[in-house]
């Protein structure tokens, strides 16, 4: 129980920090938001749960499938301010956009045979 609470912990950290920095600095909170922080972390903590290498590889693989789906939130989000959506819809509107974008990419995952 005490490793659960320390990993929310340390990933609920990592999230404070990033928003205080980008008060003072959009580029070096987005610097460090961008550093895969908690790909990282959850690659440590599987391994150590498990000490299972290739569910750490396997993980690695699907992390590296699912970021560029989700590329397209941070694409679509500027594009529907810019339009003058408001702040929510346009976060919204690019959430269903990227859920569509993980359905294409599990899609063609699956249709092309691709192991992770």
Do not use: C
Request: aromatic share 14%; glycine share 6%; net charge positive.
């Amino acid at each position: 129980m005490l490793a659960h609470i320390l990993k929310v912990f340390i990933s609920a950290s990592i999230i404070v920090i990033v928003s205080e920095i980008s008060k003072k600095n959009t580029t070096m909170g987005g610097l460090i938001a961008s550093i895969p922080l908690i790909s990282i972390l959850s690659m440590i903590w599987l391994y150590l749960d498990t000490n299972d290498i290739g569910k750490v590889k396997q993980l690695s693989n699907g992390i590296l499938w699912m970021t560029f789906p989700s590329l397209s939130l941070f694409l679509t989000l500027p594009i529907f301010i810019n339009l003058g959506i408001k702040f929510y819809l346009s976060l919204f509107i690019s959430i269903i956009v990227t859920f569509i974008f993980y359905g294409l990419t599990l899609f063609g995952i699956d249709y092309f045979e691709i192991k992770i």
